[in-house]
């Protein structure tokens, strides 16, 4: 059994920061793509960063320059910085994972989410 448990999110407001936190654990061999994501209530949960088990990192257009995601590979766990908050990034966050199992097969696997509230 894989978990990935997310921690870190909050209210905050407008402008301000905040520092997600995803650790895995469990019978993994290795961890390759980890990401975060988020779902607003009425919307589809969408991709706010990823990065690779090298370090190579995407965002899209509404976080880029703002979020910022890393990963201790040591620790299995990957973070996110968040800084210029705004209320349009109030959602769940749920950090993801792609895991090598014992099986030798690759999974996907959701952590539980966290709230993040950004009030104006």
């Known amino acids: 059994q894989v978990q990935l448990v997310e921690s870190g999110g909050g209210l905050v407001q407008a402008g301000g920061s905040l520092r997600l936190s995803c650790a895995a654990s469990?019978?993994?061999?290795?961890?390759?793509?980890m990401g975060w994501y988020r779902q607003a209530p009425g919307k589809q949960r969408e991709l706010v960063a990823g990065?690779?088990?090298?370090?190579?990192?995407n965002y899209p257009d509404s976080t880029k320059g703002r979020f910022t995601i890393s990963r201790d590979n040591a620790k299995n766990t990957v973070y996110l910085q968040m800084n210029s908050l705004k209320p349009e990034d109030t959602a769940v966050y749920y950090c993801?994972?792609?895991?090598?199992?014992?099986?030798?097969?690759?999974?996907?696997?959701w952590g539980q989410g966290t709230q993040v509230t950004v009030s104006s």
């Open positions: 990065i690779t088990n090298g370090g190579t990192t």
């Open positions: 469990g019978r993994i061999i290795s961890i390759n793509g």
């Open positions: 993801n994972g792609r895991v090598l199992t014992e099986w030798s097969k690759f999974v996907s696997y």
